[in-house]
Every structure is written in structure tokens, then in C-alpha cells.
């Protein structure tokens, strides 16, 4: 069976994506040091691998050392256009399209309180509004 490549990060580039859109650039051991942190303990080959992986796939960019110091790497892809895309291949393929399908199940998996009900109603309403305009 082929590999299907897909078009959006595995779990480590996101979680490599998320350290850069903090702070960006950043070299590979600053990286390294940083998943180490969150409880990410790679080899550094690894961080390098995956780091090139990225680069070639189009989502950082290789940026020329400073100094002769290590390369640094900088984010192509913004935090929202991987939220949008992830979240929209997700309610695509677990929820056949379906936004509701979606609210009713984050309902039901997850404690909402009184305060965040009220938050999310205001947002809805500020949405109906939007789409009747």
C-alpha cells in the first residue's frame, strides 16, 4: 500500500510549527531544547531530519547562519492557515461537512461552564448577524 502524502503537518512538525510562531527564527538546537522542554526528547539527527523534512515540504524556510553560527529556521505557513486547513479536512472527513454535527459533539465531550456558554452564544449571534448582512 502507497503512502498518502498529506497536506498538512504530523504531530511533531505542528508542535515544531508552534515553537516557531512563538519565536521565530531559531536554530535547531533552540528548537531541540524547546520540545525537550514540553516533554519532546529527541535526538538531535532527529530535529535535523525533520526540520529539512519541513523545509522541502514548504513549510519553513532556511535562513543563512549569522556569523558562521547554525542555520535558523523561520515558519512559511501561518498558525491560521494549518488551524483552518486541519480543522476543515477534520469536519470534511469525521463530519461529512456538517458544523453542527461538530458544536454538538464538542458539546458533549467537553465541561463547558456557564461563562463560556455565554461567550459562545455572543459569537454565534455575532455570526448570525454577520451572515444576514
Not at 125 to 131: G, L, W
Request: glycine fraction near 4%.
Amino acid at each position: 500500500m502507497s503512502r498518502i502524502e498529506v497536506a498538512y503537518p504530523t504531530e511533531l512538525e505542528l508542535q515544531i510549527l508552534k515553537t516557531l510562531w512563538e519565536e521565530a527564527p531559531q536554530t535547531a538546537r533552540t528548537i531541540r531544547d524547546k520540545l525537550a522542554v514540553q516533554g519532546r526528547d529527541l535526538a538531535h539527527t532527529t530535529v535535523i531530519t525533520t526540520l529539512q523534512k519541513m523545509v522541502d515540504k514548504g513549510q519553513l524556510q532556511q535562513l543563512d547562519p549569522v556569523e558562521g553560527k547554525a542555520f535558523r529556521f523561520e515558519p512559511c505557513l501561518s498558525e491560521q492557515t494549518v488551524s483552518t486547513n486541519m480543522l476543515g479536512d477534520l469536519v470534511e472527513r469525521v463530519f461529512d461537512g456538517s458544523a453542527e454535527a461538530v458544536m454538538l459533539s464538542l458539546f458533549d465531550m467537553s465541561d463547558i461552564d456557564a461563562n463560556e456558554l455565554r461567550r459562545l452564544r455572543k459569537l454565534l449571534n455575532q455570526k448570525v448577524r454577520e451572515k444576514q448582512q
